[in-house]
């Protein structure tokens, strides 16, 4: 696979099948995406990956939290305000679901809060001293692990949703508190058999975006 095959066939996914991946496979992953570039090779990213009863642990806590109207707050906020362009975009969501998904749109949210019933969720995470140039180097990261994923038949979702309770995450995975936790990625066998995965989010013309200065 090449790597705009790569870039453009990624989609994010929102439905697994159950199967676990092979521990070898991960650590592939994760060596070639040792090589991804950072500000002053200070390689700020650390890495860690729930399976198994961790993540069940993870699951229950969370559903826990939810019964408990429990207020989340994440070690990197939620922007205060989005641009009228991202809101847009945001909203444009929903009518899309719906254009693909049909009746499988109803899940989306339960599948949310289930963290998309993935074997695995890779958390991303980030000393507290670093700047937002960590977090550059960090995406760049998050985005060579999706890639590879890809190359290898795996299908992933970085989500948002997933860092709700860092607190939770923090224990059963006994992350230090020096350490922000940035992002979850879901990773897994995407579920062919679920029109979930039939999303695809539009994109901007490059006409709106991308700008040539002579």
């Given at each position: 696979?090449?790597?705009?095959?790569?870039?453009?066939?990624?989609?994010?996914?929102?439905?697994?099948?159950?199967?676990?991946?092979?521990r070898?496979?991960?650590?592939?992953?994760?060596?070639?995406?040792?090589?991804?570039?950072?500000?002053?090779?200070?390689?700020?990213?650390?890495?860690?990956?729930?399976?198994?009863?961790?993540?069940?642990?993870?699951?229950?806590?969370?559903?826990?939290?939810?019964?408990?109207?429990?207020?989340?707050?994440?070690?990197?906020?939620?922007?205060?305000?989005?641009?009228?362009?991202?809101?847009r975009?945001q909203?444009?969501?929903?009518?899309?679901m719906?254009?693909?998904?049909?009746?499988?749109?109803s899940?989306?949210?339960?599948?949310?809060?289930?963290?998309f019933?993935?074997?695995?969720?890779?958390?991303?995470?980030l000393?507290?001293?670093?700047?937002?140039?960590?977090?550059y180097?960090?995406?760049?990261?998050?985005?060579n692990?999706?890639?590879?994923?890809?190359e290898?038949?795996?299908?992933?979702?970085?989500?948002?949703?997933?860092?709700?309770?860092?607190?939770?995450i923090?224990?059963?995975?006994?992350?230090?508190?020096?350490?922000?936790?940035?992002?979850?990625?879901?990773?897994?066998?995407?579920?062919?058999?679920?029109n979930?995965?039939?999303?695809?989010?539009?994109?901007?013309?490059?006409?709106?975006?991308?700008?040539?200065?002579?």
């Amino acid at each position: 696979m090449d790597v705009k095959t790569a870039v453009v066939s990624r989609t994010s996914i929102r439905a697994y099948k159950p199967d676990r991946i092979e521990r070898s496979v991960l650590l592939d992953i994760f060596e070639a995406a040792q090589r991804t570039p950072s500000w002053a090779n200070s390689q700020p990213w650390d890495i860690f990956v729930a399976e198994g009863e961790a993540l069940e642990k993870i699951r229950s806590g969370y559903a826990e939290n939810q019964k408990n109207k429990v207020t989340s707050v994440t070690d990197i906020g939620r922007p205060p305000e989005w641009p009228e362009a991202a809101k847009r975009r945001q909203q444009g969501i929903g009518p899309a679901m719906a254009r693909d998904c049909g009746e499988a749109a109803s899940q989306f949210g339960a599948l949310n809060q289930r963290m998309f019933d993935a074997p695995a969720f890779i958390f991303l995470c980030l000393d507290k001293l670093y700047t937002h140039w960590g977090l550059y180097d960090l995406g760049a990261y998050a985005q060579n692990v999706m890639l590879l994923a890809q190359e290898k038949g795996l299908s992933t979702i970085p989500a948002y949703t997933s860092t709700l309770y860092p607190e939770v995450i923090r224990r059963e995975l006994q992350i230090p508190e020096n350490l922000n936790i940035a992002i979850g990625i879901a990773i897994g066998y995407a579920d062919g058999n679920n029109n979930i995965n039939k999303l695809t989010t539009d994109r901007d013309p490059l006409s709106d975006v991308v700008r040539f200065c002579d």
